[in-house]
């Protein structure tokens, strides 16, 4: 029997866990009731091609300084001539940065490295035939994708968080920054996921307005310099087409915000990620003219990367974005929150299991698969092991990912 000071000392993890499901079930349950009754049907598969949209040029003269605001809120060393430099001597900042050092230090022995270690071995032929990553459901989580695959070419992630703005110096002068920062980090940091909710509730009391400040800080604390960012929407056509800030901050029902940043890695390689604010349910893909899904196609073959995506695609009013990841995707990885087994026909998929596969947390309970415990448990075809914890079943050994592979590769 456990004793009490034990018992007091899980607690707190307790709650967080619960806590934790609440709000993404909010989350999910938001982008339910903008959806259409269940009796939806799944649409087919679109093959339609549109023409690839024309990149972006990657310097402008409002973000020459823009790695220094990432750095700032990342709590590493600003640019020598950056006008940030009186602020990040002060205590404050100077007391921030050796906590977060302390942190990402911690994370990346604890988590980082082990995921390295792991995609270096089972990922590497998917590294190298995934030149573009798709992360639906994501919300600003650059960190993971990277993590998992660090030389892509462009990443594309989309949210139901507000895109947001480069913060604004009387921003970076809030006391209350870091703290919110701290708050904000804690549950990524320490399980992997966002509590994205609570995120956009520390965030906002900074006037810290979407997903942009925290894809800077991940692109700053995974060793990329950030070279420039480009406010873009999604027009009918599915066309790339710069924006500006009065769009980003009041995007009208049928608009798709995003953002673009330029970045390098420690290599020296350019990279570009997208993040759009768009809900992806069959209905308001229809308000919107699907366009975000036709502006993904026209990327070309796909490596669809999905977690903690509070079980969205099982369900059939998420039909299209599913019926994209499966004619599209030439690699899905993804835990058991992402598309539900019975989507992946045998014929069109080759199937390779990691770690252990549990029934889900008890807020989403419904959604346990047996065909996923019976692939779990045969005794012919074992899965292979997964040495980090991912998900909403964060621990080491109660975690799984499924990476599936298209029999017949989609071609351009």
Sequence with gaps: MLRFSSFRSWLPLFLLICATACSEQKSSATAETQSPPPTATPAPADTTQT???????????DTLAIHDVAAYLAGQPVSTNSDLR?????????AFAADEDKSWTNYHETRTTRIQQWAATQLDSVRQQSPTIFYPFSGPDLLNVVTMFPASQTYVLIGLEPVGTVPRRSTLENPQLFPAIKASLWSVLNFSFFRTNDMAINLKSVELDGALPLLLLFATRTGHQVTAVRYVQLDAQSQLIEADTALIHHPGPKTIPGVELAMRNAQ??????????????????GTTKEAILQYVRALGPLTTYVKSATYLMHKPYFSKVRNL???????????DSGIAMKYFKPADWDLTYYGVYKRPINLFAKHYQPELTAAYTDSVNRPRPLPFGTGYNWRQNDSNLLLAHRTVSVQE
């Design 51 to 61: 023409t690839p949209p024309t990149p972006l040029p990657t310097s402008a003269p």
């Design 86 to 94: 009186t602020l990040a001597a002060q205590p404050a900042w100077q």
């Design 325 to 335: 990841i499966l004619s599209r995707s030439n690699y899905v990885l993804q835990d």
């Design 268 to 285: 020296g390689k350019e990279q570009h990620v997208l993040y759009f604010s768009a809900d992806l349910s069959d209905w308001k893909l």
